[in-house]
């Protein structure tokens, strides 16, 4: 018998994890909570049961959750709540069939690998992570939590990155980089050399343009 999973969120993001989640074949989608939806609405034919709440009654019935919200910081701050409140539920990892998870590779818990990415030898990807279609991750790399890959990024082996950082569509990062915590790669940037944390950087190369405070919007 499939384990069921609840998903957290019922946006765009979350399409994309119920269609992982269903693809991979491991478990089964007992439902959605969003408090912004009505109970009963459906996303992909699965069902919006409310809010947290409606899982203080019925924990005992979940095997596991993924949180399926695209902002990195508000999937932090939602997996701390539910930390809080339910300290025994654990969180599921989602692997679509189509990427490819190198030998000595590991994924952490509640992070999604969609469609086509690739996690190469002893890469590490921390928990709650996105890595988007076409991402690649080269090996020895060492991914931060609540990290976030749009479409057909790239790292060379040994890249660090820090927690809470996105790395936005088309952007390529060379052997050896290391990015700071809470930091942005802008779309179809060239990294080549370090980026602090707190930062924006963008371009061809790469160039820090201003700082960036924890939990500020990107998306």
């Given at each position: 018998?499939?384990?069921?999973?609840?998903?957290?969120?019922?946006?765009?993001?979350?399409?994309?994890?119920?269609?992982?989640?269903?693809?991979?074949?491991?478990?089964?989608?007992?439902?959605?909570?969003?408090?912004?939806?009505?109970?009963?609405?459906?996303?992909?034919?699965?069902?919006?049961?409310?809010?947290?709440?409606?899982?203080?009654?019925?924990?005992?019935?979940?095997?596991?959750?993924?949180?399926?919200?695209?902002?990195?910081?508000?999937?932090?701050?939602?997996?701390?709540?539910?930390?809080?409140?339910?300290?025994?539920?654990?969180?599921?990892?989602?692997?679509?069939?189509?990427?490819?998870?190198?030998?000595?590779?590991?994924?952490?818990?509640?992070?999604?690998?969609?469609?086509?990415?690739?996690?190469?030898?002893?890469?590490?990807?921390?928990?709650?992570?996105?890595?988007?279609?076409?991402?690649?991750?080269?090996h020895d790399s060492r991914i931060g939590s609540f990290v976030s890959f749009a479409p057909r990024c790239a790292t060379g082996g040994n890249v660090t990155i820090g927690d809470y950082t996105?790395?936005?569509?088309?952007?390529?990062?060379?052997?050896?980089?290391?990015?700071?915590?809470?930091?942005?790669?802008?779309?179809?940037?060239?990294?080549?050399?370090?980026?602090?944390?707190?930062?924006?950087?963008?371009?061809?190369?790469?160039?820090?343009?201003?700082?960036?405070?924890?939990?500020e919007r990107y998306l």
């Amino acid at each position: 018998m499939s384990k069921r999973i609840i998903i957290f969120g019922a946006g765009g993001h979350a399409k994309t994890v119920v269609d992982t989640v269903e693809k991979a074949g491991i478990y089964e989608i007992a439902g959605l909570l969003d408090q912004r939806l009505s109970a009963g609405e459906q996303v992909y034919g699965c069902t919006v049961l409310g809010s947290d709440d409606w899982l203080a009654s019925h924990a005992g019935t979940i095997d596991g959750a993924i949180v399926a919200i695209g902002d990195n910081w508000t999937r932090g701050l939602v997996v701390q709540g539910l930390k809080r409140k339910f300290p025994d539920l654990p969180f599921a990892t989602a692997i679509h069939p189509s990427a490819q998870i190198a030998r000595g590779a590991r994924i952490g818990a509640g992070s999604v690998v969609m469609a086509g990415a690739v996690v190469n030898s002893d890469a590490i990807i921390g928990e709650h992570g996105i890595l988007y279609p076409g991402t690649s991750v080269d090996h020895d790399s060492r991914i931060g939590s609540f990290v976030s890959f749009a479409p057909r990024c790239a790292t060379g082996g040994n890249v660090t990155i820090g927690d809470y950082t996105a790395v936005a569509i088309g952007a390529v990062l060379i052997h050896g980089r290391t990015i700071g915590e809470h930091s942005v790669i802008g779309a179809g940037a060239t990294v080549v050399s370090d980026v602090p944390p707190h930062s924006v950087a963008y371009g061809t190369p790469a160039r820090v343009v201003r700082p960036r405070a924890a939990g500020e919007r990107y998306l």
